[in-house]
Nanobody, 126 residues
């Protein structure tokens, strides 16, 4: 069974950086897409970024474009989310999720994703 484990969250001041990791196990992931989502208290879970592992196509939400970078480590089945210039509004629990690859998968909502990690808290202080 596919398992996803996030790490790298924490407390950081505004303007700072964090790198989140999503370690995947239990499958072959070349034909998967990995998405990063976040959920702030009282808000709906929103898609932040996504990468299709078949061809490394990426996408970003407008709110993080230019500040966040998603990348992969093939050897370690790990996807990273480098977050720079963090803002207080980036505060949320961040989740990674996996789903079988498809052409528009990175534009699909959270219900399209099959496997989820447990989440990691990111808190940005002002």
């Amino acid at each position: 069974e596919v398992q996803l484990v996030e790490s790298g969250g924490g407390l950081v001041q505004a303007g700072g950086s964090l790198r989140l990791s999503c370690a995947a196990s239990g499958g072959t992931f070349d034909d998967y897409a990995i998405g990063w989502f976040r959920q702030a208290p009282g808000k709906e879970r929103e898609r932040v970024s996504c990468i299709r592992l078949s061809n490394s196509t990426t996408m970003y939400a407008d709110s993080v474009k230019g500040r966040f970078t998603i990348s992969r480590s093939n050897a370690q089945n790990t996807v990273y989310l480098q977050m720079n210039s963090l803002k207080p509004e980036d505060t949320a629990v961040y989740y990674c999720a996996a789903t079988p690859d498809a052409p528009l998968v990175c534009y699909s909502g959270m219900y399209y994703y099959t496997f989820w990690g447990q989440g990691t808290q990111v808190t940005v202080s002002s």
